[in-house]
C-alpha cells in the first residue's frame, strides 16, 4: 500500500511539473521550472517552452537594462521550422547552420524564397522592463501564409530551430542565442 500511495504521489508531482502553462502577461512567475537554454547566471536568460498547440519564448535582461518595447523588434525570433539549411533565409554571418522559415516580430512572418512575406497574424507580446515574453499558436504559423504567397509552405517540425535577437534603447540588435534544435 506505501508503495502504491508513493508511486501515485511521484506520479502526480511528474505531471504536475511538467504540465506548464504559460501566460503572455508580463510575469515570470508561470516561467519558474521551464529550463535557461542560456548559460545560467549570465545574462540574458532565454526560455522556450511548447506546448501542443504553442509556442513561448522568453528573455531577461540584467536589472538596470530595459527593452525598447517602442521598436516592433525589441524582441525577434527566427525559427527554422523544417531543420534544413537549404530553406528559408541562409545568413552568411548569422546562425550559419539554419535555414530560418519564420521571422517573428509582432507578426508571424515566413520568408518567400529570398524575402521576407509579411503576415497579419499577431503574436501575443509582453514587455516589462527588463523582462519580455512572447507567444503564438501552432495553426497562426500555418495561417500566416496568405493569398500572394508564391514560395514553399513549412510547418513547424517537432523539433525545430530557434534564435532570439533583442533591442535596448537605442542600440543595435544583440543575437542570443545561436540557433538550437532542441526544442520539441
Known amino acids: 500500500m506505501k508503495k502504491t500511495l508513493l508511486l501515485l504521489i511521484s506520479i502526480f508531482a511528474f505531471i504536475s511539473i511538467n504540465a506548464q502553462t504559460i501566460a503572455i502577461d508580463g510575469s515570470k512567475t508561470d516561467w519558474a521550472n521551464v529550463p535557461i537554454l542560456s548559460e545560467p547566471g549570465v545574462y540574458p536568460y532565454v526560455k522556450v517552452y511548447t506546448d501542443g498547440d504553442n509556442v513561448y519564448y522568453m528573455m531577461e535582461l540584467t536589472s538596470g537594462e530595459a ?33 530560418n522559415d519564420y521571422d517573428i516580430t509582432s507578426v508571424i512572418s515566413p520568408w518567400n524564397g529570398s524575402s521576407m512575406f509579411w503576415s ?32 514553399t509552405k ?26 538550437n534544435y532542441d526544442f520539441a
Open 67 to 99: 527593452f525598447n518595447d517602442t521598436k516592433y523588434d525589441a524582441l525577434r525570433a527566427y525559427i527554422d521550422a523544417d531543420r534544413d539549411e537549404t530553406t528559408g533565409q541562409k545568413s552568411s554571418w548569422l546562425h550559419i547552420n539554419a535555414g
Open 120 to 151: 497579419d497574424q499577431s503574436i501575443q507580446r509582453s514587455y516589462n522592463e527588463s523582462f519580455a515574453e512572447a507567444g503564438f499558436t501552432k495553426i497562426q504559423m500555418a495561417n500566416s501564409y496568405e493569398a500572394g504567397f508564391t514560395g
Open 154 to 179: 513549412i510547418p513547424l517540425a517537432d523539433n525545430f530551430g530557434i534564435s532570439i535577437s533583442y533591442k535596448t534603447g537605442e542600440a543595435e540588435a544583440v543575437y542570443s542565442p545561436a540557433n
